[in-house]
C-alpha cells in the first residue's frame, strides 16, 4: 500500500519564478494539507483541501494556491518565488471523517530558490 | 498566534539512557501529537493523544496530554541507536478540521553506542 508520494524531491527555481508541486495521497484518504518547513524548523501550516476546495488555510500570502482534483491528488503552486521560499514542502493526507489530527506525510520537495 | 515551545532543542545521550522532552503551550489544545522525522523523510506519527491527563504508550515511548491542555511530554526508555532523529510535537484544536496542526521547533536526538 503506497503512502503519500510527492514529486518532485528537488528542484532549483530563481527568484520571481513559478513553482508547481506534486501529491498523491495515501489510499483511502480524500484530505490533503500542505506544509513549509523551513531548514532546522517544524512544519508550517499552508492550507488543506478536501472536496476539490480549499478548507483552511495558513498564515501564508495568496502566491500560494493550490487545487485538489477528483482523484484526491492536490497540486500546490508558488508564484513569484522569494529566496525565502526555500524550503521543504511536505504534503500530508488523513481521512477526513475520523481521522482525529493524524496525519500521513510525504517525504517532501526540497525547493531551493536562487 | 498559537505557538509552541519545545524543550530541550537538542540531546545527545548514551545508548540504553531514558529520554524526556516536553512542549508548552500558550493556548488550549484538543489532540496532542507526537511525530518523529528522520533525515530525507516526512514526520511520522508516534503517540496521539486526545484527553486531558491521557497516559498512552507506544513500545518504549511513553506520552502525557497535560491536565492543564497546555503542555505535553514524551518519554523513551532504554533509548537505542535507531531513536535518532527529531522529534516534534503537534497541537490540534477543537475546530474539526483534520489537517491543521500547529508544530513545536523540534528537539533533535543523538544517541551515542
Known amino acids: 500500500d503506497a503512502g503519500v508520494t510527492q514529486s518532485p524531491t528537488h528542484l532549483i527555481k530563481t527568484r520571481g519564478q513559478q513553482v508547481t508541486l506534486r501529491c498523491s495521497p495515501k489510499?483511502?484518504?480524500?484530505?490533503v494539507s500542505w506544509y513549509q518547513q523551513a531548514l532546522g524548523q517544524g512544519p508550517q501550516f499552508i492550507f488543506q483541501?478536501?472536496?476539490?476546495?480549499?478548507?483552511q488555510r495558513g498564515n501564508f500570502p495568496d502566491r500560494f494556491s493550490g487545487h485538489q482534483f477528483p482523484n484526491y491528488s492536490s497540486e500546490l503552486n508558488v508564484n513569484a518565488l522569494l529566496l525565502g521560499d526555500s524550503a521543504l514542502y511536505l504534503c500530508?493526507?488523513?481521512?477526513?471523517?475520523?481521522?482525529?489530527?493524524?496525519?500521513?506525510f510525504g517525504a517532501g520537495s526540497r525547493l531551493t530558490v536562487l | 498566534g498559537q505557538q509552541l515551545n519545545q524543550s530541550p532543542q537538542s540531546m545527545f545521550i548514551q545508548e540504553g539512557e531514558d529520554v524526556s522532552m516536553n512542549c508548552t503551550s500558550s493556548?488550549?489544545?484538543?489532540?496532542w501529537l507526537w511525530y518523529k522525522q528522520d533525515p530525507g523523510e516526512g514526520p511520522v506519527l508516534l503517540i496521539a493523544?486526545?484527553?486531558?491527563?491521557e497516559l498512552t504508550s507506544n513500545g518504549r515511548l511513553t506520552a502525557q496530554f497535560g491536565i492543564t491542555r497546555k503542555d505535553s511530554f514524551l518519554n523513551i526508555s532504554a533509548s537505542i541507536p535507531s531513536d535518532v532523529g527529531i522529534y516534534f510535537c503537534?497541537?490540534?484544536?477543537?475546530?474539526?478540521?483534520?489537517?491543521?496542526?500547529?508544530f513545536g521547533q523540534g528537539t533533535t536526538l543523538q544517541v551515542k553506542p
Open positions: 483541501y478536501y472536496e476539490e476546495e480549499e478548507r
Open positions: 503537534a497541537g490540534k484544536d477543537g475546530s474539526g478540521n483534520t489537517g491543521k496542526l500547529i
Open positions: 493556548s488550549i489544545f484538543n489532540t
Open positions: 493523544l486526545y484527553k486531558a491527563g
Open positions: 489510499s483511502g484518504h480524500d484530505t
Open positions: 500530508a493526507s488523513s481521512a477526513r471523517q475520523g481521522a482525529r489530527g493524524v496525519l500521513t
